[in-house]
């Protein structure tokens, strides 16, 4: 039996050949060069993300289009098979200063064909020209409005946009607003500081420790607290009526050890909270899709959602 399997995935064998390898380039690349320009870095991952999301689109076969929600520009993915009352907020990753919806279609279009949902990815805005708290300023009232819309809607976000998913819901509720019906979260950054033993092991080939202070530094003003719930949600209130939470991350994930202690806290508070830690597997993994991983834990979060889209 080969490695690859599914059913290998999911057991304690190694893991795949796919996987290996990525790794083994990913191991051998110098490291980015965090000192250029802002936009030469966004310009640089979007051509390198570029393929990845052509690719999505047409193995998946969604149609994309545009809309505007609480004066954010969107981007809207529809499935082939689109189910009526199924949408899922999607908020890309990137540090909270690179990336966009396009950039992360390797993971939104494979969720909107395998939920049957519409995807909602707004383009929120990034830093340095728009640190703290813009984007969640800008995100709050758009979720807001999208729920009074579609109460059955769920949240999802990776890296950066899985903080500012939690944080929005934080917001939301303590402002006694509806929230969504369940959150799902890829490798969130939920404490700012980083200080737990994955930053410190720093085994993340695609996520390495020296590149977290240059997102921090652009994203953060000085003299901010960064243990604010609103940048690091791990520090805010949760209790029972939280909504049902799954978080997915990996044993080389430089944020494993955030994700880990937010499972904690979740079901500490009375909370419901679904950890998948990946062998073998690093930052939001799922965005290669081309690993057997990427799609058995695409396959877990959309089960996951599809529950309570219903």
Known sequence: MQAHEPDRIHGVA???????????????????????????????????????????????GVTLSEREIECVR?????PPALKSNREIVYLFGG??????????????AHLAAKTGARVIAPSYPLAPEHPYPAALDALTPLVSAILEDTPSACLCGESAGGTLALASVLRLKAG?????????????????????????????PFLREADTGTYMSNYIPRGTDPTDPDLSP??????????PVMVT????????????RLDRVLRDAGAGCTLRVWEG???????????PEAQASLSDIAEFLTMHLR
């Not at 019906?181 to 092991?201: E, F, H, K, Q, T």
């Not at 791990?234 to 909504?243: A, N, V």
């Not at 991350?249 to 955030?258: P, V």
Request: hydrophobic fraction near 40%; glycine fraction near 6%.
């Open 176 to 204: 006694g607003l509806p929230h969504p019906r369940a959150l799902a979260l890829m490798s969130p950054a939920v404490d700012l500081l980083n200080s737990g033993d994955s930053g410190a092991a720093d085994r993340d």
């Open 95 to 108: 540090g909270f200063c690179q990336g966009s919806p396009f950039e992360d279609l390797p993971i939104s």
């Open 74 to 78: 969107c981007m809207v993915i529809d």
């Open 249 to 260: 991350t990996g044993t080389r994930d430089n944020l494993l050890s955030g994700c880990v």
């Open 14 to 60: 190694a893991i795949s050949s796919e996987a290996q390898e990525l790794v083994a380039r990913a191991i051998e690349m110098p490291a980015r060069d965090m000192s250029l320009p802002i936009a030469e870095i966004r310009n640089r991952t979007r051509a390198d993300c570029t393929p990845a999301s052509k690719a999505a689109l047409e193995r998946t």
């Open 234 to 243: 791990i520090y805010g209130t949760f209790d029972e009526d939280f909504p």
């Open 281 to 291: 597997m690093w930052h939001v993994f799922e965005f290669y899709a081309d690993i």
